[in-house]
C-alpha cells in the first residue's frame, strides 16, 4: 500500500465522512443535547462500525452483505427504531436544571449499540467502502499490512472529523443557559435525529 493511494483514500473519506449525513446529525444531536462527555462511547461504536465496513471490502467479503441481506436490513431498521426512540425522548426531555447541569444521560452500553446500529445501518457508509472504494483502491493487491494502514488512515480521518463536529456541537451548547433555550434545542435536535432516522430509512 503506497502512500499515493492512503493519500487518496484519506481525500475521498474525508469528503464522504465530513459531509453532513445521518450518524453525523445524530452526534451534533446527541452533543448538543446531552453534552460531549457521555458521547464516545457513541464515537467508538461509529468508528468500529466503519471499521467493520473497510475490512468487508478489502478482504472481498461484499458477499456477505449479500448472503446475509436480511441481517443487514434488520440492523437498519434497529437504528432507525432506535433512533426514532431518542428523537422522542429528546422532543419531551425535561428542561428543569439542576446542579448547571442538562438531563441525565444514557448509559454508555446503550450509546455503543445505538452507534453501531447507525453506522452498520447507513448506505452511505455501505456504498463508500462497498461500490467507491473499490476504485479508489486496488483490493486485490491489499496485503494484510496494507489493510493496517488504510485502517489507521481511516481512524485518524473519522476522528479528527468527528471530534471536530463535536467541539463545534458542543461550543453551539454553551449558550444554552435557560430552561426555554434547552427546549428549544431539545426540539431541534429531536428533529434532526428524527431526521437522520428518515435518511437512513429512505436509502435502499
Known sequence: MDFISLLIFAGALLVAAGSPGPSIAAL?????TKGFRDVFPFLLAMWIGEGVWLSLAVFGLAMVG?????????????????????????WFAPVKLRDGGLPREDSPIRLFMAGMAVTLGNP??????????????????????????????????????DLAWVFAAAQARRFL???????????????????AA???AARS
Open 124 to 161: 452511505k457508509i455501505v456504498m463508500f467502502y462497498m461500490a467507491l472504494l473499490p476504485t479508489i483502491v486496488d483490493l486485490a493487491a491489499v496485503t494484510v499490512a496494507g489493510w493496517l494502514k488504510l485502517t489507521l488512515t481511516m481512524a485518524l480521518v473519522l476522528i479528527a472529523i
Open 177 to 195: 443557559k435557560s430552561e426555554r433555550a434547552i427546549r428549544a434545542a431539545n426540539r431541534v435536535s429531536a428533529g434532526m435525529m428524527g431526521g
Open 66 to 90: 449479500q448472503t446475509f441481506h436480511l441481517a443487514f436490513v434488520v440492523v437498519k431498521w434497529l437504528g432507525v427504531a432506535y433512533l426514532l426512540f431518542l428523537a422522542w425522548k429528546m
Open 28 to 32: 451534533v444531536a446527541r452533543v448538543i
Open 198 to 200: 428518515g435518511a437512513i
